[in-house]
Nanobody, 126 residues
Framework: QLQLVESGGGLVQPGGSLRLSCTASGRSLDFYAIGWFRQAPGKEREGVSCISASGNYINHADSVKGRFTISRDSAKNTVYLQINSLKPEDTAVYYC???????????????????WGQGTQVTVSS
């Protein structure tokens, strides 16, 4: 059974950085896209970034372009989300997810993803 575990969240001041990790067990992520999502209190889950299985296709939400970087490490079965220039509006629980089907690219629509981690809290506050 595939399990995803996120880590790396925390409390950071505006302008700071964090690197979130999403590590999988039970299945290789090599052939599957990975998405990063976030959900703030009272808001819908938002897809912020995704990376294709090959790593050649990446998609970011407009709100995070230029600040978020997504990458994958096949040897560690892990996908990273580097988040820089953090803003208070980035405060949310961040989740990683992967679909049960292979796709050539990736999408940021959460309804396309089947396996989810438990989330890691990111709080941006001075």
């Amino acid at each position: 059974q595939l399990q995803l575990v996120e880590s790396g969240g925390g409390l950071v001041q505006p302008g700071g950085s964090l690197r979130l990790s999403c590590t999988a067990s039970g299945r290789s992520l090599d052939f599957y896209a990975i998405g990063w999502f976030r959900q703030a209190p009272g808001k819908e889950r938002e897809g912020v970034s995704c990376i294709s299985a090959s790593g050649n296709y990446i998609n970011h939400a407009d709100s995070v372009k230029g600040r978020f970087t997504i990458s994958r490490d096949s040897a560690k079965n892990t996908v990273y989300l580097q988040i820089n220039s953090l803003k208070p509006e980035d405060t949310a629980v961040y989740y990683c997810a992967t679909p049960n089907v292979r796709m050539a690219m990736c999408v940021r629509d959460p309804y396309n993803y089947d396996y989810w981690g438990q989330g890691t809290q990111v709080t941006v506050s001075s």
